[in-house]
């Protein structure tokens, strides 16, 4: 790698020259690492070199920097050199294990820098590496891309992030490269990896469910793509339902319900019936038809859907 290290040099992204932690007053911007080249990391580079950050780029795979080369990036030859070209090292391989695998050798270069985890992962997985890293004399802040890399760079694309708020406090204009809705959920390092799991439960159920109805209109000889208005109106009105279900589950009040139990539990019959007439496998709904079923059976079929939560936790409530 035919650079000199570019870690004390920088400008955050958004042209305000500064002379605090890794930055110094001039024209560059801070220099980033990123550690990590599938279809997500590439996004991130890239969203950093067309911002104009010095970025250093490294991958097991050396051929998939090419295309960053070209656009700007320089590529490491080691993870090492990866690291020591920037004060910021942002990693997105496989999971954690594969992270610390990865950088075990190189461990000793993190201290005094910043480590920011985008790759997946549980809150088991976060907490682990960031003691890792604090063992390493680094900063960490843990955080989530919560949408597709062709997104990454854009103004609405949402990240979330969560470890030591000053930390994020100094970073924060050069993440916000990444995506412009970018939020700070607090200073537990696991945060980032918690909600990430919690809002990504709706994602392949919901995809299932518009997979499903495909299935039903292409049966009719019908085209897929004359659901999509439709479904959009519908994940619409879902998200507009949203915060009422939040209360009542944050109150434990389900006793004014605008949906009940009973009503989703009578539709059960519904559901298997359409899978008889149109050929279509339904099996996917029978947990759900059995969580229904479990529901009724202890005595909420006239409470809200919402209280469903209920059942779903497998032990007290922790207040």
Known sequence: MERKDQSKTGR?????????????????????????????????????????HPTTVW?????????????????????EDAISASTLVITCL????????????????LSGRTLVSLNSGTPAGARKMATWVKE???????????NVPAAVGK????????????????HESTLKVLGGDTVYLGGEPD????????????LLPALLGFFQGAALVTARGLQASSLVPFSIKWLEMIGSVLPGFAEEIDAGDYTKPASSVGIFHESIAYDLEIGEEANIDVTWHA???????????????????SSLVELLRKSERVE
């Open 12 to 52: 955050n992204w958004s042209g305000n020259s500064t002379v605090t932690g890794d930055t110094l007053v001039g024209e560059e911007r801070l220099s980033v690492s990123v550690i990590g080249l599938g279809n997500m990391g590439a996004a991130l580079a890239e969203a950093f070199v067309k911002a104009g």
């Open 59 to 79: 991958n097991r795979s050396a051929v998939k920097a090419g295309p960053l080369v070209a656009m700007g990036a320089v590529h490491a030859d080691t993870i």
């Open 94 to 109: 496989t999971t954690y294990d594969a992270t610390i695998q990865a950088m075990e050798l190189a461990g000793v270069g």
């Open 136 to 146: 390493h004399g680094a900063k960490f802040l843990d955080g989530a891309v919560k």
């Open 155 to 170: 103004p609405d694309t949402l990240l979330y992030y969560s470890g030591d708020k000053a930390t994020f406090d100094e």
């Open 191 to 202: 945060l980032a990896k918690l909600y990430e799991f919690a809002v990504g439960g709706t």
């Open 287 to 305: 947990p759900m038809h059995d969580l229904l079923r479990r529901a009724v059976a202890t005595g909420h079929r006239d409470l809200s859907i």
